[in-house]
């Protein structure tokens, strides 16, 4: 769990330091601050040395790598586009005494001007296995190639990834790897990944435990199963006396039971919901902010939220101050300096949040 976070030319963040981070943590502030993109850095650490997972966040936001576009794409991870500047990720875990966990990524811009350095990185290679003699030609070429390198207390991990031949294989040590949950604003959880993690919470009898949350939503869900509609696994749910598809109960309900589900099954170490109060009337926020705050606790994770709802967080605050928990909730506020641009963090602890509640204050920026 992390205390403290730090990310330094990545995306819109020249150099952000954010600190006192809680076991659930809403971020908020003005279109062009940073949210999303704060919880992209912190998913890069938590899942290190994975290209793929920085494509994905990239192609979420409508930019996909293509051969063609390789480098433009590579290069929006940047800070202000510039790939001679070492992205720099770090942060400290909460729990023994500050164990930290840092991630380094930088572009080479060929192999002709760092041929040593790649001719290295391919002997390491061939030394374990990952490329034979001969399998990759390194003479005069000129490849898009980017230098991952991570630490955890002592381990230390780090591979050359070819980014213009993304269908070769790379070299890695083994590394640790925290489990991680993200959820866009926008985009649903894939209808397989759903249907599995429901088939799973229902082998280990958690379907009452679900049922119970999602009635939050909609009183009169008593029933879910899996059924084969046109060939394909959807979860079904009686309401009163029909049937009827969960995707058919609005997006706030199936916003919540993607959540619940991931939470209970896959137990991640650290979940990201991106623009949590979407699809979620106002009159259902405080008692999902319960049902999060009691599975964050119960199982140990880390919950990190963005908004730009104040009654969203007014309704975090009222959930969080009930049984005294207001001491697991941090709201962090993003700001540009109106000088220089750059980014920086407000964080509200238990006493500065209830005071702005008291008070009325605008916190989101």
């Known amino acids: 769990m992390y205390k403290s976070f730090r990310v330094k030319n990545f995306r819109c963040f020249k150099d952000l330091q ?8 809403l971020i ?26 920085l494509l994905d966040l990239l ?37 023994d005494c500050g164990r930290g966990r840092r991630l380094r990524i930088y572009e080479f811009a060929s192999m002709e001007s760092n041929a ?52 070769l294989p790379f070299f890695a040590k083994e590394y640790a790897d925290k489990r991680y949950v993200f959820f866009p604003a926008e985009a649903r959880r894939n209808p397989q990944d759903r249907a599995d993690t429901f ?4 082998r280990q009898g958690g379907l009452p435990k679900l049922i119970s949350y999602l009635n939050v939503f909609e009183p009169g869900l008593s029933d879910m199963r899996l059924q084969s509609l046109s060939g394909n696994l959807t979860i079904w749910g009686r309401v009163y006396s029909h049937q009827v598809p969960l995707r ?12 619940v589900m991931a939470l209970m099954i896959e137990q991640p170490q650290v979940i990201f919901i991106d623009e949590i109060e979407n699809g979620i ?4 926020q405080c008692k999902v902010w319960k049902a999060i705050g009691q599975l964050a606790r119960e199982l140990d994770i880390q919950v990190f939220a963005t ?25 962090h506020r993003l700001d540009r300096h109106p000088e220089t641009g750059d980014i920086e963090a407000v964080t509200y602890n238990k006493s500065g949040i209830e005071a702005a509640m008291t008070t009325n204050w605008e916190i989101r920026g």
Not at 59 to 67: A, F, I, Q
Request: hydrophobic content about 35%; aromatic content about 10%.
């Open 199 to 202: 088939s799973a919470l229902e």
């Open 116 to 167: 040593q350095h790649f001719a290295n990185y391919v002997q390491r290679a061939k030394e374990v296995g990952y490329f034979q003699d001969g399998y990759i030609d390194t003479r005069g070429a000129s490849l898009l190639v980017y230098e991952f390198s991570y630490v955890e207390s002592e381990a230390e991990a780090d591979y050359v990834y070819l980014a213009s031949k993304p269908e």
């Open 307 to 331: 908004t730009h709802s104040y009654e969203m967080t007014e309704a975090a605050h009222e959930a969080f101050s009930e049984g005294n928990r207001l001491d697991q909730f941090r709201f």
């Open 248 to 259: 058919l109960m609005g997006t706030g309900l199936n916003k919540f039971a993607d959540i």
């Open 28 to 53: 908020a502030g003005k279109n062009n601050t940073g949210k999303t993109a704060l919880m992209e850095a912190m998913l890069s650490l938590s899942c290190p040395l994975a290209p793929n997972v």
């Open 281 to 284: 009337h106002h009159s259902a």
């Open 59 to 95: 192609k979420s936001r409508g930019l996909t790598d293509s051969e063609k576009n390789r480098r433009d794409v590579w290069q929006q991870i940047f800070y202000g586009l510039d790939t001679t500047s070492q992205i720099n990720l770090s942060g400290i875990e909460r729990e």
């Open 18 to 25: 954010i600190n006192d981070l809680g076991r659930v943590n």
